[in-house]
């Protein structure tokens, strides 16, 4: 059974990009409106069952969400960030641009023999974008003074839940995640989240099939 597509009003294949948003170097957005037009031009009927063939490759080369400008600058305006679980440092290095303190970790940063075994840790990320530092989710407890930043954690990891108990108890009092809830964060984080002062929850353009939130949190 194919995959229910999102409505189109989310849906990255139909996103309208204007020229403002390319005032940073942002390669993945150019990728895919390279394959957008590609697309359109061979008639495909369905572009958005056809958008969803890249996705492993693009998550790969460069992050499971796809950086706009305008959710960039809202994060940035949270800087200093410290974000757990980088993976290559796609959003960091779009984050940099704008002029944003960002301190990236990643259990097992990619490099040459990228991408690992599903069990060596990080099946996903061919090669890093940014100075991805090697750290666990322990690492968000020793910078309280920073905004946690946690961009699509996996799924069946209780890295999320860990590293915002971590950081809760260092001191640190603000949160922002980026992911779809059913498919990023185990259910513990999300209940953790839930329990949290919520001071913005907004849909994303994103891949069809992904609901996609930026969820801005204190306590």
């Not at 309208?16 to 942002?26: A, C, L, R, Y």
């Not at 023999?113 to 020793?142: H, I, L, R």
């Not at 779809?180 to 953790?192: L, V």
């Amino acid at each position: 059974m194919m995959p229910r597509m999102m409505a189109r009003e989310y849906n990255i294949a139909f996103c309208p990009v204007t020229d403002g948003e390319f005032s940073i170097d942002n390669p993945y957005l150019r990728e895919i409106l390279d394959i957008r037009e590609r697309l359109k031009g061979e008639n495909v009927a369905d572009i958005s069952a056809a958008f969803l063939e890249y996705r492993p490759e693009l998550i790969a080369r460069y992050a499971f969400s796809i950086p706009l400008l305008a959710t960039l600058r809202r994060i940035a305006g949270f800087s200093p960030l410290v974000e757990v679980g980088a993976g290559t440092g796609y959003w960091a290095m779009c984050l940099d641009q704008l002029g944003a303190e960002i301190d990236a970790y990643d259990l097992q940063p990619p490099d040459e023999n990228s991408p690992f075994a599903w069990s060596d840790g990080n099946y996903w990320f061919d090669e890093s974008w940014y100075a991805v530092q090697e750290g666990d989710e322990t690492v968000a407890a020793c910078c309280p003074e920073r905004t946690l930043f946690l961009c699509w954690p996996m799924p069946e990891s209780p890295m999320a839940l860990q590293a915002l108990e971590a950081y809760r108890e260092a001191g640190g009092g603000r949160m922002i995640y980026i992911g779809d809830p059913r498919s990023s964060g185990g259910e513990d984080f999300h209940d953790a989240l839930a329990s949290l002062t919520i001071i913005e929850n907004r849909r994303l353009w994103s891949w069809p099939v992904t609901e996609e939130r930026l969820i801005i949190a204190t306590w």
